[in-house]
């Protein structure tokens, strides 16, 4: 399997300008996609997260932290998306399609 070094994703990602595109939505999950090295790849944006008291009991799901106030439109600039793309680099969940 091919190792994608972090960086250079981010600077081709910078020096491209690509746009990532909205593919789906499935279980708290966000799916885009994003052309890097003439490559196309897919990436998931956790929206929702476990909520745990002080006590570590679970009190079901919230909605991610992470999030901020990043808008998730159709269209975004990858550069912009480059939190995700990182955790999803490293997780092995950024997939060549």
């Known amino acids: 399997m091919e ?3 972090i960086n250079e994703v ?3 990602l910078f020096k491209s300008k690509k746009m990532a595109k909205f593919s ?3 279980s708290g ?3 885009y996609t994003v052309d890097v ?3 196309t790849y897919q990436f998931p944006i956790d929206t929702v997260e476990q909520n745990e ?3 570590g009991i679970n009190l079901g799901l919230k909605l991610s932290e992470d999030l901020g106030t990043t808008p998730f439109n159709a269209e975004i600039r990858g550069s912009e998306l ?3 793309i990182n955790k999803t680099i490293k997780d092995g969940t950024f997939i060549k399609l």
Do not use: M, V
């Open 24 to 26: 789906h939505y499935i």
């Open 10 to 12: 981010k600077k081709d």
């Open 3 to 5: 190792t994608l070094n």
């Open 53 to 55: 008291n002080e006590h």
């Open 29 to 31: 999950n966000l799916y």
């Open 37 to 39: 090295f003439d490559e």
């Open 82 to 84: 480059s939190r995700w």
